[in-house]
């Protein structure tokens, strides 16, 4: 029995008017075509580098500039927890009538004046002699030299406080070969403060003689050359081609040399705790002491913001009087 043609199925790729919506094949639905357009008028040629900068922008603010601000507020406030209230620049007026701050202020300084030209004076003769074509076996040499910088902070001041020890130290027991007395490295003020600066020294001269020789190789040959054919000699080059083409590399040590040692804390901390009668105190470790072992979080606060203040001053007038004169 034959079926009436209103009855018979459709007919393949005949039109059916009952079906709506968008055919298969036929281009994409309006909200998924609108959201392909935000898309691509969201990456444009301009908007992409902020985009790839956006991880980095986020991070910063999250865990650097967010914790900078709280930093600030916090040393405008004094008590603990939720008792904390606004007291204004009372933490900053109590740091300047502080003495125990001063001698941290004045131990710093102390350590930084000897210790800062010291190092940076080995450094430089260090590399002076490792860029020597006279040394043999240079690598291995500068590899030995290197060495040090990669030493953890602690564990170099724990190393050096079994060396300078009074009794079982090996610095004393090598002093006592040739007839000098025991010294007290740790027990006594002034050479506790040498011994951190022993410390600070040998951590950090060969860091620092490496980018000295990294210059020093980029010093063009035909300028000693050139010194040499006028008669210049060995003290002269140094002075006045040497000097001259390091003052960049020169400026970039002694800042970073000034920074660091104003925030010094390892190897104190570990050789002596700030003894003896708070010699080797240094602000940072002031600032813990408030912070961590008292819990002043405020009076802390603003020992950090004083430190920045300083740090940046010094830094300021380094690169004033070392920087390129033009």
Do not use: C
């Not at 939720?82 to 102390?110: H, I, M, Q, V």
């Not at 130290?169 to 050479?191: A, Q, T």
């Not at 083409?245 to 660091?260: A, D, K």
């Amino acid at each position: 029995m034959s079926l009436a043609p209103s009855e018979r199925a459709p007919a393949t790729g005949a039109a059916n008017p009952t079906v709506t919506g968008t055919p298969a094949g036929h281009g994409t639905p309006r909200r998924s075509r609108r959201t392909h357009q935000d898309r691509r008028r969201l990456l444009t040629r301009e908007s992409v580098p902020y985009l790839l900068i956006m991880p980095a922008v986020l991070g910063f603010a999250v865990f650097k500039a967010y914790p900078i601000a709280a930093s600030f507020w916090i040393s405008l406030t004094t008590g603990n927890g939720e008792e904390r209230r606004f007291s204004g620049l009372a933490n900053y007026r109590r740091l300047l009538d502080d003495p125990l701050f001063w001698t941290a202020l004045k131990n710093t300084a102390l350590i930084l004046v000897v210790q800062v030209p010291l190092m940076l004076g080995l450094a430089l003769l260090v590399a002076l002699g490792l860029n020597s074509t006279k040394v043999r076996l240079r690598p291995l040499w500068r590899l030995g030299v290197f060495v040090p910088s990669l030493t953890g902070l602690v564990a170099a001041g724990v190393m050096f406080s079994v060396i300078l020890n009074r009794d079982a130290g090996l610095l004393n027991w090598v002093l006592s070969l040739f007839g000098v007395d025991r010294v007290n490295w740790l027990g006594s003020p002034v050479w506790a403060r040498v011994g951190v600066v022993l410390v600070i020294t040998w951590h950090y001269t060969g860091y620092n003689a490496v980018m000295y020789l990294a210059g020093l190789q980029g010093v063009p040959k035909e300028l000693y050359e050139a010194a040499m054919v006028d008669g210049a000699g060995p003290v002269r080059r140094f002075f006045s081609i040497t000097l001259p083409q390091l003052r960049p590399i020169l400026l970039l040590t002694v800042v970073l040399s000034t920074i660091g040692t104003l925030q010094l804390f390892d190897e104190p901390y570990v050789l002596t705790g700030g003894g003896p009668d708070n010699a080797t105190l240094t602000v940072t470790m002031y600032l813990y002491n408030n912070g961590f072992k008292y819990f002043d979080f405020g009076y802390a606060s603003a020992l950090a913001y004083a430190l920045a203040l300083i740090v940046s001053l010094l830094g300021i007038l380094q690169v004033r009087l070392m920087g390129e004169r033009r």
